[in-house]
Nanobody, 113 residues
């Protein structure tokens, strides 16, 4: 089983994007969900948590700009990214909490003018 992130693209600094990640019901209903990103030459880093209890958490690098939500009816988790910066450029991945599934190909977000 592999989660597929989608919704990436090219956006100008200050712009917004919404990423989506669809999962099977068996995964989605029993797990918190996470978003990670990996920039070229850097390690993969956690950028958003949506716990099974409904709490959310973000690192300081994206706090106040990124939010995470889930649509239980569609078994989908979203990453809402606002006020994007060039340093947000990365491949974005979703996974469970903690990450337990093989990493999918991710979706590329490029922030550039």
């Amino acid at each position: 089983v592999q989660l597929q992130a989608s919704g990436g693209g090219l956006v100008q600094p200050g712009g917004s994007l919404r990423l989506s990640c669809a999962a099977s019901g068996s995964i989605f209903n029993n797990s918190g969900m996470t978003w990670f990103r990996q920039a070229p030459g850097k390690q993969r880093e956690l950028v958003a948590i949506f716990s099974s209890s409904g709490s959310t958490n973000f690192p300081d690098s994206v706090k106040g700009r990124f939010t995470i939500s889930r649509d239980n009816a569609k078994n989908t988790v979203f990453l809402h990214m606002n006020s994007l910066k060039p340093e947000d450029t990365a491949v974005y991945y979703c996974n469970t909490l903690p990450p337990s599934l093989p990493w999918g190909p991710g979706t590329l977000v490029t922030v550039s003018s």
